[in-house]
């Protein structure tokens, strides 16, 4: 899988992939994560990629033509799956939405900053607009991050154990049980008892008892209920 990053600040995206796992992933061959400066298409003098909105509002909105001139010589190269642009009135990322972007093929994100970008770039460019949150971020590069972030754990091969990411919260449409690790006790706490059978049947069902127990009273909103 590939993933292009359109940005005007790229050096904010240079720790969050260089580590762990997503850099594993890149290590391994299974993602290619470039990021690409905005400015670098600019035709203008001083490479500027915003300016001034129509109707005197505040603020700074990014211009069309550094960033139709980016995605075209990106799609000249190779098909793009979805074209993403990264904005707080998008759809809401969820893990349904992560596990369809990981098997839908290559991906570009485009982040705002500013205001965000020209409304005509959402309207002839964009086929896909996701929210991390109902917060505003100050730019689209932590999204971006977090996305591309979910997407890779999820790519075969990335994570050594697989089984492991498919137990994680949200995926059966539950929370992850509680986990422990050794000692089996450290300041008088201890694990629960059963975890330490070795009856793995048993084990199974307190941990599917304790993610529904979870779920119901962390997150009921998961089983249709009111939160
Ligand atoms: N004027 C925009 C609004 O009110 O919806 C907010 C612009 S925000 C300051 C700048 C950029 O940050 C956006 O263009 C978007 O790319 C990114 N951004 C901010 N919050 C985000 C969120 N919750 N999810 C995804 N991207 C976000």
């Known amino acids: 899988m590939r993933i292009d990053i359109l940005t005007v600040v790229p050096r904010l995206l240079e720790g969050p992939f260089a580590d762990s796992i997503v850099q594993r992933g890149q290590d391994k061959g299974l993602v290619e994560i470039h ?3 905005i400015r670098n298409w600019s035709k203008d003098t001083h490479q500027k990629v ?3 909105p129509f109707g005197g509002n505040a603020g700074m909105v990014m211009t069309i033509q550094p960033i139709q ?6 799609r000249a190269e190779r098909d793009y799956a979805e074209i993403i642009y990264l904005t707080p009135d998008g759809e809401r990322l969820n893990q349904s939405l992560v596990n369809t972007l990981s ?9 705002g900053h500013y205001k965000g970008v020209d409304q005509r770039v959402r309207d002839h460019l964009i086929t896909r607009e996701v929210s991390i949150g ?5 730019g689209g590069e932590l999204a971006a991050a977090v996305l591309t972030d979910a997407i890779v754990r999820l790519l075969p ?3 050594g154990d697989e089984q492991s990411a498919l137990t994680d919260s949200f995926q059966d449409g539950l929370l992850a049980p509680p986990v422990y690790t050794r000692p089996a006790e ?5 694990v629960p008892d059963i975890l330490r059978s070795g009856d793995h049947a048993a084990i ?8 529904f127990e979870r779920t119901q009273q962390r997150r009921p909103d998961l089983f249709g209920e009111d939160s």
Not at 69 to 74: F, G, K, V, Y
Not at 186 to 190: D, F, K, P, S
């Open 35 to 37: 990021v690409h400066n």
């Open 50 to 52: 915003d300016d001034v």
């Open 69 to 74: 001139d980016a995605i075209d010589s990106l």
């Open 103 to 111: 098997i839908g093929g290559d991906l570009i994100l485009l982040c």
């Open 134 to 138: 109902d917060y505003v971020l100050s």
């Open 157 to 159: 091969g990335v994570i």
């Open 186 to 190: 450290y300041n008088g706490w201890t």
């Open 204 to 211: 199974q069902k307190w941990q599917e008892k304790q993610a």
